[in-house]
């Protein structure tokens, strides 16, 4: 039994002093002696042909370096297509061309915005001027921007190794879906559309590439996963892995679009070609459009209904945007299908998500990555089916959870709900499920509640095809102090601080002497990547196994120091003293020095063993709709999540709050909009209205801690399920209040008001 000191308890941040002090360096900060800048060209039209005449850059001031189509051959030999989402050393065969596979500076470009050109010169503003020189040719070709267009667009495909522009479908069916849906009491089916969504994250995306002195190329970026980042571009750019540098300085922020490349590839192509460091910082407009974003769907969703008022089947027909590239799409897919069947024991199901190219920015990871879409239109669909038959929605969500014990995971562990049932209960009494509401303050106000659940993954083991794996390297120093390398992401979760508290407490040393050194990949092991509410339980696991190593090394210097046995040995604040008399001992600074002169350097390596874990949320609001302007205010939002053990609360309740605050925003305001002709309209902080942290509601939030006996001391993810349940939760509210329901996000007042305008003309859904 590990004695847990810091564990549990609100210990600081590590960096939250340099960022509040803003000392913290992003990208962006950091200057280097002869450092380039660079821009990119990118493109006006959605679809064409392009002939690209880099002559009046080259000639611009301060230009140090143009790339096109033209000359990128002379950096990646061949021009290779790779994967954006660095997944394709992961296929089998590694690095396999997959149709919509990226191309740098292809001669056919697929959006607007796609680059077509790239520049170092020596200012910003003059690499900017170079590429507005750059001359650009544009053979157009018939272009596709919507999901139907793409469909029934047969003459000009996409990409031509495919005939068509249905990039991948995929389905999940169990049971006998047919006979229960013809067999059924009632059916119940609605149609849902979901938007584009953009992470605004607070930096812009970057790169910054240093020719090193040993002959490396060093990468300085917020890529969520430096190790398969190097991979990818060692493809790409024909050079060993060796040669490259994957490297995080601090980051502001990802939710997944830094989970792909988008600058590192250029600025890494214009450094080697000019032999200096170059950086590459996108504008706010161009991160818009050049960082990938949440995935528009159109689905069609049903349920049939035994006259015991029990759902027999569910049916839906999904289709899905991936944009002009395939990168995390396949997936995303993937996600999408499978959400429909984690939640609920359905004994008969029938998901099929299709993915279609179209003429618009790449859709790629964001938190949820594909949850997001699936559990809005499933829990929408949740308490309409639950509204026919006449019971309450948190009852008809018990009735149909998901059973207890089956076999869950890539190990096959029973599936252990007592999570789930304690989230449950947590959030129905907290929210005061059962209660009646107040009535609204104002005559042509109507007040609802709502309610929606999930279960999420921790991480992705298990998924065919795929790596999750973290490794952790536990160093003991001379003066008592550890170093901690692990390639865990520090992207604003608070991660550094939290392995550090499962270091510090599994050694027995105070947890301010542990020390997270940044992502690194020549320096730290093997990680796939902060993604998939992975980073905690995965690294966590490996800083554990990694700890207990250096610990049991630890004992056993310490037995030949001291001349007691090592299992008489215990570690507590630094000292290694035999149990039961805590004055005769070695601080741990001591025992490092005398190790090392013994020959012994206290260093462990581990790895994480192949498991998950799963999680559970609910969340309840309540709204007031205007029914005079459509116009809708959150009242209460109310998110309860199982995250197992909450290493540091205050950090997993910024974690929880976070992930409900852009849920809301997915549910209220979000949505990306593309124009005709393939532009952003509202691609930029002033139109896109992301919410700000004084919108809306104070979110409550509960944690609920039921350990999973395979996490760090219990802990399990816990950063994407709380994103998916805003957007039901508050169009079961709507529902709730004036019958009606909404099934377009995000519900806008116009939306409302439409539908409060047709319910009046006819009758509306059963209530
Ligand atoms: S959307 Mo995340 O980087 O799994």
């Given at each position: 039994m590990i004695e847990t000191r810091s564990v549990g308890r609100r210990v600081e941040r590590v960096d939250a002093l340099s960022k509040a002090l803003g000392t913290a360096a992003y990208v962006e900060d950091i200057q280097v002696p002869g450092m380039l800048h660079a821009a990119l060209t990118r493109s006006f039209s959605p679809h064409a042909v392009v002939t690209v005449e880099e002559a009046p850059a080259r000639s611009a001031p301060g230009v140090e370096g143009v790339l096109s189509s033209a000359t990128i051959g002379t950096v990646a030999p061949g021009g290779p297509s790779f994967d954006p989402a660095c997944h394709d050393f992961e296929r089998d065969p590694a690095f396999d061309p997959q149709p919509g596979d990226f191309r740098l500076f292809d001669r056919r470009v697929r959006y607007v915005g796609e680059p077509v050109a790239a520049v170092a010169a020596r200012t910003r503003k003059e690499a900017q001027a170079a590429a507005d020189r750059v001359d650009v040719r544009y053979r157009p070709l018939t272009s596709a921007v919507s999901i139907e267009d793409a469909i029934a667009m047969d003459a000009v495909v996409i990409h031509d190794s495919i005939s068509s522009n249905i990039a991948d479908t995929f389905r999940v069916a169990t049971g006998d879906p047919e006979s229960a849906f013809a067999g059924a009491d009632r059916v119940v089916e609605s149609g849902f559309d979901t938007p584009r969504q953009k992470q605004c994250q607070l930096e812009p995306t970057g790169c910054l590439v240093i020719p090193a002195t040993d002959g490396r190329m060093e990468v300085w970026t917020s890529h969520q996963s430096p190790h398969r980042a190097r991979s990818t571009l060692a493809h790409l750019f024909s050079i060993p892995e060796t040669r490259l540098r994957v490297v995080n300085p601090e980051i502001?922020?990802?939710?997944?679009?830094?989970?792909?490349l988008t600058a590192e590839p250029y600025a890494l192509a214009l450094s080697l070609v000019t032999g200096s460091p170059v950086r590459l910082v996108f504008s706010r407009t161009e991160d818009f459009v050049g960082t990938e974003a949440r995935h528009p769907m159109v689905a069609e969703v049903a349920m049939s209904l035994s006259a015991e008022g029990l759902i027999t089947g569910v049916k839906a027909r999904c289709r899905v945007d991936w944009g002009a590239y395939r990168s995390h799409s396949p997936r995303v897919l993937r996600v999408i299908a499978n959400q429909f069947l984690q939640t609920y024991d359905i004994p008969n199901a029938d998901i099929e998500v299709v993915g279609v190219f179209?003429?618009?920015?790449?859709?790629?990871?964001?938190?949820?990555?594909?949850?997001?879409?699936?559990?809005?239109?499933l829990e929408h669909m949740m308490d309409v089916a639950a509204r026919s038959v006449g019971v309450d929605p948190l009852a008809f969500r018990k009735r149909h959870r998901m059973r207890d014990?089956?076999?869950?995971?890539?190990?096959?562990?029973?599936?252990?709900?007592?999570?789930?049932d304690e989230t449950l209960r947590v959030a129905s009494e907290t929210f005061g499920w059962g209660d009646s509401t107040a009535p609204p303050p104002e005559s042509h106000l109507r007040r609802g509640r709502g309610m929606a659940m999930t279960s999420w993954k921790s991480g992705i083991a298990g998924k065919p095809g795929s790596i999750d794996l973290s490794g952790a390297t536990v160093c003991l120093n001379r003066?008592?102090?550890?170093?901690?390398?692990?390639?865990?992401?520090e992207m604003g979760t608070g991660i550094r601080t939290t392995l550090a508290q499962i270091c510090a407490d599994t050694l027995g040393v105070a947890v301010g002497s542990v020390r997270t050194v940044p992502a690194d990949s020549a320096a730290t092991p093997f990680d796939s990547g902060a993604n998939a509410s992975r980073s905690l339980y995965r690294c966590g696991q490996a800083v554990m196994a990694a700890a207990t190593k250096a610990r049991d090394r630890m004992l056993a210097s310490a037995a030949d120091i001291l001349e007691v046995d090592a299992a008489d040995l215990t570690v507590a604040d630094g000292v290694v003293f035999a149990v039961g008399a805590p004055g005769y001992g070695i601080s741990v600074a001591d025992l490092a020095r005398r190790a090392l002169m013994k020959g012994v350097d206290i260093v462990e390596t581990a790895y994480t063993e192949f498991e998950n874990a799963p999680t559970y949320a609910v969340h309840c609001a309540e709204v007031d709709i205007d029914i005079d302007t459509g116009e809708l205010t959150v009242n209460r939002m109310l998110a309860v999540q199982d995250v197992g053990t909450a290493i540091n609360p205050t950090i997993v309740e910024g974690q929880i709050e976070g992930a409900t605050h852009q849920g809301l925003g997915y549910a209220l305001t979000e949505e990306l909009i593309v124009d005709e002709g393939g532009v952003l309209v509202n691609g930029n902080l002033m139109d896109y209205t992301v919410t700000y942290a004084g919108d809306g509601p104070t979110i409550e939030v509960q944690i609920v801690e039921c350990p999973d006996p395979t996490g760090p001391f219990g802990a399990k993810g816990a950063g994407e399920p709380s994103i998916m349940l805003p957007a039901p939760a508050v169009a079961n509210a709507v529902l709730d209040a004036v019958r009606v329901s909404v099934t377009s996000l995000p519900l806008t007042p116009e939306k409302l008001l439409a539908a409060l305008t047709d319910r009046n003309s006819d009758?509306?859904?059963p209530v």
């Open positions: 502001g922020g990802a939710f997944g679009k830094a989970d792909a179209t003429n618009t920015p790449v859709a790629g990871a964001f938190r949820g990555y594909g949850g997001p879409q699936s559990v809005f239109a014990g089956v076999p869950w995971g890539p190990q096959g562990r029973p599936l252990d709900l007592s999570g789930f003066d008592g102090t550890v170093d901690l390398r692990v390639a865990a992401i009758e509306g859904l």
